[in-house]
């Protein structure tokens, strides 16, 4: 009901007087005592605050506009200042408010009450919701019985691909290790891990089923394994080249990277970024894991702020974090199916853990032949 009825939004203008949460305590007196009087001027001439912000605003995105910061909601500004700025009424200016960024003196200039849109208008959104928790409940299904059939049937994928019409893929030439500008399933440590894992290459079975998220899950099978040997350097010199010049350029564009980053964290708010991306965990919108990662361990305290993240042979990745947006409730049954899928998860990993374990105790040999009902299933 909260998406349907939209949310208030708020129009302020502000003063800023800087002083870092660092500050020595002289200099946070100091700023105090700046931001008391002009306040104290202001009680006199509230006409006169955009004037004063022009003057004496340290924030340089606002004090141009006389202080003026335009509409935001809950949630788009530090909360001391989100709590004064939504207990103002219009027209009222605020006491001397301190964050983490100095002091501010807060002029509340307008109201936009939530507007509730019609049927019509959300029915695009409500239907895209719709339709991705069936997918979601379908995945959740298809989950299931692709963690149980590579379980069940450890020597063979054809049973699970044509009961879910996939496609059994075959890669040679893998490594441990990822090869420089290696991408995809292939190149997730995950999968690497199980593939040379010691069962695997001495028993030449599917492993279990690795989710590895944006609903993706993947098993996978040695057909062929060759130790580690050392190569005439004939056959690998194209190769070491290619590596060679892929690790140079890694290593320039790092320190392009981290160059840049230090430059524009003097000013995060100025800093050149492309168009903003709203990203979970669940939603990464296309971006890695690993600067995903890193965006998500930003401090909410202290935003606007920059991170910077190295991404191997894909680059140097500079992101700004505007805010931190809180996820939506969830559904009562997005909840269960939730708890559903992790308990499956779960249970899937201690059996075949505790298979593990019992294969590299004993030695096994199954003498009865599967029933057909499961190979079936």
Known sequence: MQRLSGQEQRRASHILINAPKDAPAAAKDKARAKAESLLANLRKDPKAFADLARKNSDDPGSASNGGDLDFFAKGAMVKVFEDAAFGLKKGEISSVVESEFGFHIIQLTDIKAPVTPSLEAMRPQLEADLRQQQAKRQFAEFAETFSNSVYEQADTFTSVAEKLRLQVQQAKGLTRSPLAGQQGVLANPKVLEAVFAEESISKRRNSAAIELGNNTMVSARLVNYRPAALRPYAD??????????????????????????????????????????????????????????????????????????????????????????????????????????????????????????????????????????????
Request: hydrophobic share 45%; charged share 25%; no cysteine.
């Open 236 to 377: 690998v010199k194209d190769q070491v080249r290619a590596e060679f010049v892929v690790e140079e350029a890694m290593a320039l564009a790092k320190a392009e990277g981290q160059a840049r980053l230090a430059e524009w964290q003097k000013s995060p708010t100025t800093a050149p970024m492309g168009p903003a991306l709203l990203i979970s965990r669940d939603q990464t919108q296309g971006q890695t894991q690993k600067l995903v990662d890193a965006v998500l361990r930003a401090d909410p305290s202290s935003m606007p702020s920059l991170v910077g993240v190295d991404l191997g042979a894909m680059g140097y990745v500079v992101a700004r974090v505007n805010k931190l947006v809180p996820r939506d409730e969830p559904s009562p049954q997005q909840k269960a199916q939730t708890r559903e899928q992790f308990a499956r998860l779960l249970a899937s990993a201690e059996a075949s853990a505790y298979m593990a374990h019992l294969r590299s105790q004993f030695k096994v040999k199954i003498l009865a032949p599967k029933p057909k009902t499961a190979a079936a299933s």
